[in-house]
């Protein structure tokens, strides 16, 4: 097995998701739609991706990333895009009656291999700005599909960080109404029931971003479903067998020591200490000692070198707040960033000037996998990203 840090994983390198991914099917073949609720960095793409890369059979997978996307035009030509590298989808393309040039856009693709992203680019620079129609047509087609014994799965990745955009722009709250909304007709449409289904998720939770908008209620009829990071059985086992695969050895006591470093193994910090261990060791495992994981994890994972794998954890909340939100939840995680966390009752001086801001923003660095919660007790999930957050955002 290969420790490949940062890429999303799929196949053999995919490691220890089994049950997620029978659990993920099976509610799929019930016909659910499936919100993908989890912290950062757990393996979510990757797990959407192993979807796609070994269907069941009967099913079609699609997987769109909308993240640099800026409204719903991205979306709906991501979605041609996707379809349309899949013959049996693209023949429905030809009786849709969409502009003169879509219609260019798509003929292209009979004649010549072209790669699915500039394709998409191309879709939306033919699309413009007009996406209900072309939306509605694909609607249709679908829905006038003979039944072929075939489900379509579409997975939306990075939903909740176009969605965030969309909302700052003008006449963005209204868009993201009406893409919801279409998107729940999908769902609850008769015609597609059972035919065709949907798993949205992203680095960000969606729950979060529309419960701020007070939308809620256009994504309650979907099943979330949870992921974590890897169970402690797990990760152990990744690192014994990572170890063990790179001539690298590792000890249960070199093991344990790494695991209780990091607090929640989430597999991109355990794979990150693999890698930075073996580098400190000159891959050489006589050379482990408690001493230097040690200096490894305060030097290497949660110092400046670590910061180029761990910035994403501010940089997400800067895209997912606005500014009052965003000061708010740094100033809670750098409150909870010592050892034995804090409790509300100290925090109650944010409270004052807006306590539904505060407990919005809490409810969303629990959901995303900042922070955990016991009572009144709040502390780091992750003891690295508690050091580091330490070292470098608290003055
Ligand atoms: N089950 C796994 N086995 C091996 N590596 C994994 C697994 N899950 C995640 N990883 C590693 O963690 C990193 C992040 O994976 P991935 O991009 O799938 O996570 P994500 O949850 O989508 O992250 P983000 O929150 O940034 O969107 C990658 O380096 C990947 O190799
Ligand atoms: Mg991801």
């Avoid at 099917?25 to 659910?32: F, P, S, T, V």
């Avoid at 979605?79 to 798509?106: H, N, Q, W």
């Avoid at 509300?344 to 969303?364: C, G, I, W, Y």
Wanted: charged residues 25%; negative net charge; contains cysteine.
């Amino acid at each position: 097995m290969r420790n490949i840090i940062g890429q999303a994983v799929v196949g053999d390198d995919l490691y220890g998701r089994t049950y997620e991914l029978g659990r993920l099917w099976e509610l799929l073949d019930h016909g659910q739609h499936i919100l993908m609720l989890a912290p950062r960095r757990v393996g979510k793409t990757s797990l959407m991706l192993e979807l796609r890369r070994a269907p069941r059979d009967n099913w079609d997978v699609l997987y769109i990333d909308v993240e640099g996307g800026e409204g719903p035009a991205d979306f709906v030509a991501a979605i041609l895009a996707a379809l349309a590298t899949i013959p049996r989808y693209r023949t429905l393309f030809e009786a849709i009656p969409f502009s003169t040039g879509v219609k260019k856009v798509l003929a292209r693709l009979k004649s010549v291999a072209v790669d699915i992203d500039v394709f998409r680019v191309e879709l939306k620079g033919a699309l413009g700005r007009e996406w209900v129609h072309p939306e509605d047509q694909l609607y249709a087609r679908l829905a006038s599909l003979p039944d072929a014994g075939v489900d379509l799965l579409i997975i939306v990745d990075e939903l909740p960080l176009l969605i965030s955009r969309m909302l700052r722009s003008d006449g963005g709250h209204r868009e993201v109404e009406l893409l919801l909304s279409r998107l729940r007709h999908w769902r609850q449409a008769p015609e597609l029931r059972g035919r065709v289904h949907t798993l949205v998720g992203g680095s960000i939770g969606l729950e979060g971003v529309l419960r701020r908008a007070g939308l809620s209620g256009l994504i309650n009829d979907i099943t979330p479903f949870r992921l974590d990071a890897w169970s402690r059985t797990t990760a152990t086992k990744f690192l014994d067998e990572a170890g063990r695969d790179s001539n690298f050895l590792l000890d249960q006591d070199s093991i344990t020591h790494i695991l209780e470093l990091l607090g929640d193994p989430v597999p991109y910090h355990v794979q990150l200490f693999l890698s930075a261990l073996r580098d400190a060791c000159k891959g050489e495992p006589a050379r482990i000692s408690p001493n230097l994981i040690e200096q490894c994890f305060v030097e290497r994972l949660a110092g400046a070198a670590g910061t180029a794998h761990l910035d994403h954890y501010a940089t997400r909340l800067e895209s997912a707040f606005d500014p009052e939100e965003y000061a708010m939840a740094r100033s809670i995680l750098s409150r909870a960033c010592n050892r034995a966390g804090v409790s509300l009752a100290r925090l109650k001086d944010l409270t004052k000037p807006n306590e539904a801001t505060f407990q919005s923003v809490l409810r969303d660095l629990q959901a995303d996998g900042y922070l955990n919660r016991q009572g009144d007790h709040l502390e780091f999930r992750s003891n690295l990203l508690r050091e580091w957050w330490g070292k470098h955002h608290v003055s």
